[in-house]
C-alpha cells in the first residue's frame, strides 16, 4: 500500500489550524518523505532529521549525556511488493507469537533523557542485532556524537562485541551495556 492511498500528507495537512501556501512542500509531504527514508531508503539517512532532533533537544535544555540504541521486530500485515524491497520482510523470530507473519526490524537511536528519537534505520527481518549494531557503531556514532555532544553510548548486550568495542574506542565513545552470558 503507497502513502499517497493512505493520505498521511493530506490527514496531517488537514490538521494543521493554518494554512500555509507560501510553503515549496507541506508538512504532509516532509513527513512522507521522513516515513519513506527510514522504510525505504536504508542506505542513506536523512540528515536533516538528524539536525531538527538536534535542535529540539537544545532547545528543550535536555541534558544529552547520552545516547541509546535498540532494535524491534516489527510484523507486517496486507500485500506488498516482494521485488521491489530495500528491507527484506521475512518469516522466523516471533516475539507477539506471530511465526506466520512476515516482518522488519526497525534500529533506532533516541537521547537518552526524553526519548527523542535521532536516528533511525529499517532493517531486513531476523537481522542479527550484534550485525546491525556493529554497522551503526561505525557509520553513525561519530556523527551523532558530536551532533548530540554526548558522553555515553547505551545498547544492550547485542553491542559487546570485539569489533564493535574497536570501533568505539577508536571514535572515542564511552559506553553502557551488559556483557553477554555467552
Known amino acids: 500500500m503507497s502513502l499517497k492511498k493512505l493520505?498521511?500528507?493530506?490527514?496531517?495537512?488537514?490538521?494543521?489550524?493554518?494554512?500555509?501556501?507560501?510553503?515549496?512542500?507541506?508538512?504532509?509531504?516532509?513527513?512522507?518523505?521522513?516515513?519513506?527514508?527510514?522504510?525505504?531508503?536504508?542506505?542513506r539517512t536523512l540528515h536533516i532529521y538528524q539536525t531538527l532532533s538536534a535542535n529540539v533537544v537544545e532547545h528543550l535544555g535536555l541534558p544529552n549525556e547520552g545516547i541509546h540504541l535498540d532494535s524491534t521486530s516489527i510484523h507486517v500485515d496486507g500485500?506488498?511488493?516482494?521485488?521491489?524491497?530495500?528491507?527484506?520482510l521475512v518469516r522466523g523470530y516471533s516475539r507477539d507469537h506471530r511465526p506466520?507473519?512476515?516482518?522488519?526490524?526497525l534500529n533506532l537511536i533516541t537521547e537518552n533523557k526524553a526519548g527523542i528519537p535521532v536516528h533511525m534505520q529499517a532493517a531486513s527481518g531476523n537481522i542479527n542485532d550484534n550485525e546491525s549494531f556493529k554497522n551503526i557503531v561505525k557509520h553513525h556514532i561519530s556523527p551523532l556524537k558530536v551532533a548530540q555532544d554526548s558522553q555515553y553510548f547505551i545498547a544492550d548486550a547485542a553491542l559487546y562485541t570485539a569489533q564493535t568495542m574497536q570501533s568505539r574506542d577508536e571514535q572515542k565513545q564511552l559506553f553502557i551495556s551488559r556483557a553477554p552470558q555467552k
Open 7 to 43: 493520505d498521511i500528507a493530506q490527514i496531517i495537512d488537514g490538521a494543521i489550524p493554518e494554512p500555509y501556501n507560501d510553503k515549496l512542500i507541506s508538512f504532509g509531504q516532509l513527513v512522507e518523505a521522513m516515513i519513506l527514508n527510514g522504510l525505504a531508503w536504508v542506505g
Open 79 to 88: 500485500q506488498y511488493d516482494e521485488d521491489n524491497q530495500a528491507v527484506k
Open 100 to 105: 506466520e507473519s512476515k516482518r522488519g526490524v
